[in-house]
């Protein structure tokens, strides 16, 4: 249990908790530390972390100094941040010091890091590691709703986090679905689960498709914040509970992991949770297509055509590439919701891990000003991406002899190719944004929670 509290009032000789601070000198607390510490923290300026022991000179143990100099880079303050020990105990920010005029991001930065560096999915441990403790916060009242932003932010990414790494016998479409009907405790959310004829009968055969080899129904996840008859953003999340492959069978060395194959998902639901927690004012509808896909006896193959509910006809060339059918229906879907704009966000292609590796999230898009915007809000959630392009080559690789695309182009450009795919089902006057993050949604094996922060923080930017 990780928590954040407002602490009304700070007496430095009363306070027993550990305090976190920045070096800034001209703040009293500051100020009042150095007269009892001068020569310790003077000495260990350039570190990037000074720790010291109190040895009973004031009631608490222990202080945690950042050097105010390290604030004022952004990318450096949240290394700095990073290297902020384990909380093994309740700790007191004193967050007006890490106020810097040159990175107004400091102190949301530093409440996210906080609470997100140390975290463990340990949902299925038989032991588990101690993480009672809180964090308290003194300062400025205007601080704090920063600070509670930053807060709300950062579980929700934990949130995402845990549907991500939860495997598929705890989480499959169902369960999820149920996660999401969990919102409706929100005033402003309202959830609607499609069943399996529901969606027969808006002909999402893509979807269904993928859903053949599978024993439980898909579910066709529909969350709104503020409905309405008109969205001013649609978040479509790729669900694929689990990705064998299909009969595009993966190897033992490549399916390991596939549980994951649904953080698209799991980011578009907990940024909906995060955006009725903010009380958002803006209109945005998030659906998720959920199913697994396995090898099953009505499992569809290669060389099978499927027909989409846009009316295309698709050749099945790897079942493997089964993520695009399944958004695919639901972008179609979108629209006919009246989203006035659409970002679909998915764990697509290995390609877009070798072109980019970790660092960025791939964009596509067929609107240059739509992802200008949406850049903005990256930066400020600190999860960049990087365009990549989509060209009517890569749409003529998808040309099929017996059908209107083939769902798989030739080895090269496969980020690309698999975008180009998602945009023959996106009316052109539609603008739209593709995220792969197959690169970016975990590291070292667990989940991140890319996305869920650029999300809220690009809804925000349009009230």
Not at 28 to 52: G, N, Y
Not at 90 to 95: N, P, T
Not at 280 to 307: E, Q, Y
Request: aromatic share 8%; glycine share 4%.
């Amino acid at each position: 249990m990780i928590d954040i509290i407002e602490q009304k009032q700070f007496h430095l000789h009363k306070e027993t908790k550990t305090i976190l601070l920045a070096t800034d000198f001209s703040n009293p607390l500051v100020q009042a530390l150095f007269a009892l510490f001068p020569s310790v923290i003077q000495e260990k300026q350039k570190e990037d972390l000074i720790t010291i022991h109190t040895l009973g000179v004031i009631s608490s143990k222990k202080l945690l100094l950042v050097p105010y100099s390290k604030l004022s880079i952004r990318e450096k303050a949240i290394e700095v941040f990073s290297k902020l020990p384990e909380a093994k105990e309740d700790i007191c920010v004193l967050i007006d010091t890490f106020v810097n005029p040159k990175n107004e991001f400091s102190v949301a930065d530093l409440t996210e890091t906080l609470l997100l560096k140390d975290y463990r999915f340990e949902q299925f441990k038989s032991r588990k590691e101690d993480s009672d403790h809180t964090f308290s916060f003194y300062g400025e009242k205007e601080l704090y709703e920063t600070i509670k932003k930053a807060f709300v932010l950062a579980k929700a990414t934990i949130f995402s986090r845990n549907l991500t790494n939860t495997p598929y016998n705890q989480l499959n479409a169902k369960k999820l679905a149920e996660h999401a009907k969990s919102l409706e405790k929100y005033p402003s959310i309202r959830v609607q689960i499609l069943s399996k004829k529901e969606i027969d009968d808006l002909g999402m055969g893509l979807y269904l498709g993928v859903n053949k080899g599978s024993l439980d129904d898909p579910q066709f996840i529909i969350i709104e914040h503020r409905p309405a008859e008109t969205y001013d953003l649609a978040l479509v999340g790729k669900g694929v509970m689990y990705d064998t492959g299909g009969y595009s069978l993966k190897t033992p060395l490549t399916m390991p992991g596939m549980k994951t194959d649904m953080a698209g998902a799991a980011s578009v639901i907990a940024a909906m949770e995060a955006l009725a927690q903010l009380d958002a004012k803006t209109s945005v509808i998030a659906m998720v297509p959920a199913t697994d896909n396995r090898i099953g006896d009505n499992a569809i193959v290669p060389d099978d055509i499927l027909t989409s509910a846009k009316g295309l006809t698709v050749e099945i060339i790897s079942t493997d590439a089964e993520g695009r059918l399944t958004l695919a229906d639901a972008l179609w879907y979108a629209q006919k919701r009246n989203a006035k704009k659409i970002i679909d966000v998915a764990t697509l292609t290995g390609a877009v891990v070798a072109a980019l590796g970790e660092e960025f999230t791939g964009a596509f898009t067929n609107n240059k000003r739509f992802l200008e915007e949406f850049r903005l809000a990256t930066i400020r959630a600190n999860e960049p991406i990087w365009e990549m392009p989509i060209s009517k080559g890569y749409h003529l690789e998808l040309k099929s002899d017996c059908a209107d695309l083939k769902n798989k182009g030739g080895k090269n450009a496969g980020a690309s190719i698999a975008a180009a795919f998602l945009e023959e089902f996106v009316d052109k006057k539609t603008p739209w944004i593709h995220l792969d993050i197959a690169a970016t949604s975990t590291h070292n094996s667990m989940a991140t929670g890319v996305m869920v922060k650029s999300f809220v923080e690009y809804v925000l930017s349009l009230e």
